[in-house]
């Protein structure tokens, strides 16, 4: 043992851990859940402000001033997509090089695993145009985008064409840096994607697209625009990308910064900004705002187009018009302006923007959490794994505390016990490769056997085969190694409690409001389960805090805070839907909440499931 | 007083040219001389903007201001290093290529149609601004590029950039800290490269940057005090990024008043943006001056102003410009004495190396006496040498270089 170390104090302290364990558990729950309920609160919150030198201030003369010839065109455009049933390409193309641009088209096809009942489609196949403003003065090597949609039915329109009219007053100009990519996309995200990694030259989802005939330098920003009517009244920022990715703050200061100038009201998660956070009304709204931001980034899907330029380090927001009662409207001239504000303002960037915070959450546009105030919410809530582990391994430690020499003889009798371990760990995670491999691949003996659709199909296998996890053989180490001992449930949920919280902590560096969800959900139960509890009771409490249950949780809490509150039976078929958009997520885009959920929480879950039923 | 600085040159060059008979005419024929009334007989001007970037246009247009009023009072661009730091006359952000602009409305082009850039982009560096000042370049640097200054010259050097208490920024990697500029202004009095010097910058806390100065005859100005920001004037959104620096706005203003026959002096140049136009406190230092700051004309730094006054008196200049003096009776032992060493007879015999190492053995052999020249010109100016004249250096340095090169050739390592 180490000559510095004092054996004593460590004794001492160790059987204080022990013994307070539990109140001080409870404490550190109660302060995690109370940290992070205090984000909100505005004089615990920072201001934003501009990090970025180069784009410093908004001091920039707008000119834009063909609002009119950008409703013209959205017109235009509408008529020929529905001539064309689809996206117009000749036509943009025929336009785009009209506004003097190097226009280039890619076509892609994919095929999705199961047929996407919300936007009812299966084999998809489009055309992506896009146009490159070239820098007229300098090199092309680095560039801007600006992405439109090209939506089905007449949403979308006025984006393409206020696209267009800025790709035309922007050709005009002569202070460009960066060469500047107007792209309209069919099928969405699909397009997005495709049209990336044609870009980049990657094949990440086995897409099948043609190579992009033009290039511009490496991209440095990118804005999504989704304008739906002539005038708005607000524009909402969406920031939240594939797996819970944010931009760069500082790209979230500018717009704010923007909106400030031109006068035009400016939301976050459709909210806006309330000024008097020493209210109730106030405190809450703030709360509510972070608490979809927390939710929007805990599902970890793409909330627009911008989401999957994350990815590849560039940044990226949607900004979405909105059109609502408000008797104050804008017309798009405006909107123009504060994109080639915007723009502006990016094309100064003299390197990416990396200045200020990639790790927040909003309250408002005017405030943020960064990353050292939210962590200590989360990691109250994961030392609480770690103290019970200790509590667990003193109490495995202290018979065998009278033989400090005998290492090798207390390994003796627990040589059994790893196989008392590890059994119900590969079962739990065997259950896990199934619910993740199983729903997509049994699709069609299901819709054979069943009379359901492929979807419901690959949803209602998920369910089953979750639900089939916990109805498993768990006692299967009784036939290997005999009685259930004391021992062996111990280790047992040592194990499964130091991987629960390296699983947790992991997801929570990447996606703070993942890790948070979950941990709030997860630690209570895993943490006092004991096989010695009453079972049932147990049971229902272990099944109701189950990931399956946060999902069905978070799915009404989201439509609380949007202000459309569901009933069960809608919120059911929410659930189903929220379940197959994120298998599909996962296999179209590479989001990665599906397979952590089913390979690592669910069989984790189970183990402690596992413990319950110890006998 | 200027007549005691003249002496000391005239004793100097006397000295060394051994004509104990032309010193006594020099002195005597004062009337030619009252014209320069500061001494001084050639201007340089460096002027040095440290900042890269798009949104330091402010910092280009800063310097290129100066660069217009000292060669609008008469420096040429032979006598100007100009050091920018970047180009924005032609970045491609810029809406209006080929300009420069210091006012907003485009009333004025800082750039205009003639300007010469000595050094310019990833050149603007501390080790290239120090080399500059100190003389010490690569044989292969090209007059223009050159501080080719003398202990007749007067220098203004004005500096622009982000600086912070104790330095100033260069470019995005690299700092100078004050008592490096001080100390550079040491070795420049000691080489002799000025006579008066005038030290203009336009920094945040830019008064940091000459508290450590301690060689005679400096003055210096600063936008702001320590712990003050300097602020940029002339937001301009066409353009898109702030056209100049307070200061240095209101200093050109000033300038754009003075013509070469102005009699404004510095204490108006003192005066330039009060507190409540530059919201920063402009500083100047004046103690380590020689001459009150009242009597010295602006175009004394700004300009390079020759007084010429017609006169119709006979002024006889004749003993002065007397040509070679009879130097047989003077006995063949004082010539033998006091000729020059050949500053470099290595290089004849031996490699480069060995050559600089002789190179740099002459620099520390200074002794501290040197630095105020008054001193030593007493004893010089009687004829006599004291232990840190000039004949005594070359003496010296012959003592140690000559008998030890056969060592050091030896130990030379090919190169």
């Known amino acids: ?615 | 007083m200027d007549y005691y600085n003249l002496m000391t040159i005239c004793a100097f060059i006397n000295l060394l040219v051994s004509i104990p008979q032309a010193y006594s005419n020099y002195v005597e024929d004062k009337q030619s001389w009252t014209v320069f009334s500061s001494g001084h007989t050639n201007n340089w001007a460096v002027l040095v903007c440290t900042s890269r970037f798009w949104f330091n246009y402010r910092h280009v247009a800063n310097t290129l201001s100066v660069y217009r009023s000292v060669k609008r009072l008469g420096i040429p661009d032979s006598h100007i290093v100009l050091m920018l730091a970047d180009d924005m006359a032609c970045n491609y952000r810029n809406p209006k290529p080929a300009t420069v602009f210091s006012h907003k409305n485009m009333e004025l082009n800082v750039y205009g149609d003639d300007v010469e850039v000595d050094y310019r982009g990833y050149e603007v560096t501390v080790e290239n601004f120090l080399r500059v000042l100190t003389g010490r370049l690569p044989p292969s640097t090209p007059r223009s590029k050159r501080l080719l200054s003398d202990d007749r010259s007067n220098i203004l050097i004005y500096l622009t950039g982000h600086g912070g208490n104790g330095f100033l920024k260069f470019q995005d990697s690299e700092e100078i800290s004050n008592m490096e500029l001080a100390d550079a202004f040491e070795q420049m009095w000691q080489k002799r490269r000025y006579n008066e010097l005038l030290f203009i910058i336009d920094t945040c806390q830019g008064a940091s940057m000459y508290e450590r100065f301690y060689s005679p005859n400096l003055m210096a100005l600063a936008s702001s005090q320590v712990g003050e920001d300097s602020l940029s004037h002339q937001p301009d959104l066409a353009i898109g990024v702030h056209l100049m620096d307070k200061y240095t706005f209101y200093l050109l203003e000033f300038l754009e008043e003075v013509h070469p026959a102005s009699q404004a002096n510095m204490n108006d140049l003192f005066k330039v943006c009060p507190q409540s136009q530059c919201v920063s406190t402009p500083g100047h230092r004046t103690d380590l001056f020689q001459r009150d700051p009242g009597s010295v004309l602006i175009t004394d730094f700004f300009g390079s102003v020759r007084k010429v006054e017609i006169t119709k008196d006979t002024i006889h200049l004749t003993s002065s410009v007397k040509p070679p003096i009879q130097r047989s009776g003077s006995g063949d032992m004082q010539i033998e004495s006091l000729t020059y060493v050949d500053q470099l007879p290595v290089a004849e015999i031996i490699h480069q190396v060995t050559a600089l190492i002789y190179y740099d053995a002459d620099f520390a052999c200074y002794p501290p006496s040197l630095t105020d020249r008054k001193e030593s010109t007493a004893p010089l100016a009687s004829g006599k040498e004291t232990s840190g004249s000039w004949p005594e250096m070359f003496r010296r340095a012959n003592a140690l270089g000559l008998p030890t090169l056969p060592a050091l050739h030896h130990k030379t390592p090919k190169i």
């Open chain 1, 1 to 615: 043992m180490g000559l510095l170390s004092d054996p004593n104090r460590r004794k001492a302290l160790t059987s204080l851990l022990t013994r307070l364990n539990t109140p001080i558990c409870v404490v550190c729950y109660l302060a995690g859940i109370v940290w992070f309920m205090g984000l909100a609160f505005e004089p615990f919150t920072l201001r934003t402000y501009m990090s970025e030198n180069a784009m410093g201030s908004t001091m920039v003369e707008e000119r834009f001033s063909s609002g009119e010839r950008a409703l013209g065109l959205a017109k235009e455009f509408d008529a020929h997509k529905r001539k064309a049933g689809g996206m117009p390409v000749e036509w943009l193309v025929k336009s785009m090089q009209a506004r003097g641009l190097e226009v280039f088209t890619q076509s892609f096809s994919r095929k999705l695993p199961f047929p996407d009942e919300n936007k009812e489609r299966y084999m998809v196949r489009g055309t992506n145009v896009y146009g490159i403003l070239r820098a007229p003065r300098a090199p092309r090597t680095e560039a801007l985008v600006i992405t439109a949609p090209c939506s089905p039915g007449h949403s979308n329109n006025q984006a393409v064409g206020l696209l267009l009219a800025l790709a035309q007053y922007f050709r005009n100009q002569i202070y460009w840096a960066k060469d500047i990519i107007f792209l309209v996309n069919e099928h969405d995200l699909i397009g997005t994607q495709a049209w990336l990694e044609g870009y980049h030259h990657t094949n990440i989802t086995g897409m099948e697209y043609s190579p992009l005939q033009g290039r511009a330098g490496s991209i440095q920003a990118a804005l999504s625009l989704e304008l739906s009517s002539d005038v708005i009244t607000s524009l909402d920022l969406i920031l939240e990308g594939l797996n819970g990715q944010l931009p760069n703050l500082d790209l979230a200061n500018l717009f704010y910064a923007f909106c400030q100038k031109l006068g035009v009201l400016c939301t976050i998660q459709g909210k806006l900004q309330r000024n008097d956070w020493d209210t109730a009304e106030g405190y809450t709204h703030a709360a509510q705002t972070m608490m979809l931001m927390v939710l929007k980034q805990a599902c970890g899907r793409s909330w627009g187009d911008h989401g999957l330029f994350l990815r590849y380090h560039i940044e990226a927001a949607s900004i979405r018009g909105i059109n609502s009662f408000r008797h104050y409207k804008m017309d798009a001239t405006t909107t123009g302006r504060l994109l080639e504000g915007m723009i502006r303002k990016l094309n100064n960037l003299l390197e990416r923007l990396h200045q200020s915070y990639f790790f927040y959450l909003l309250p408002s546009l005017s405030r943020f959490v960064s990353i050292g105030y939210y962590m200590p919410a989360f990691g109250l809530l994961a030392v609480i794994l770690l103290l019970r582990a200790l509590d667990l391994w003193v109490h495995l430690g202290s018979p065998a505390l009278a033989a400090v020499d005998g290492v090798t003889e207390a390994e003796q009798p627990s040589s059994p016990g790893v196989l008392t371990v590890l059994t119900p760990v590969v079962i739990s995670h065997l259950t896990g490769v199934a619910l993740y491999l199983l729903p997509v691949h049994l699709q069609e003996m299901a819709v054979e056997h069943f009379p359901v659709s492929e979807t419901e199909a690959v949803v209602l296998t998920a369910i089953a085969i979750y639900t089939a996890g916990l109805a498993l053989p768990h006692n299967t180490q009784r036939l290997l190694s005999g009685e259930g001992t004391e021992q062996g449930w111990k280790v047992l949920k040592l194990t499964a409690l130091l991987y629960l919280a390296v699983l947790l902590g992991c997801t929570a560096l990447i996606n703070f409001s993942l890790g948070f969800i979950l941990a709030v959900t997860l630690v209570p139960i895993t943490a006092s389960i004991t096989p010695h509890m009453p079972k049932v009771l147990c049971a229902l409490a272990m099944v109701l805090l189950s990931p399956a249950f946060s999902i069905l949780y978070c799915v009404f809490i989201y439509q609380e805070l949007v202000e459309a509150p569901v009933g069960l039976g809608e919120g059911w078929m929410l659930f189903l839907s929220v379940i197959s958009q994120g298998i599909l997520d996962h296999a179209l885009y590479g989001s990665l909440v599906y397979p952590l959920l089913a390979l690592f929480i669910y069989p984790c879950w189970l183990m402690f499931w596992n413990i319950l039923f110890w006998n």
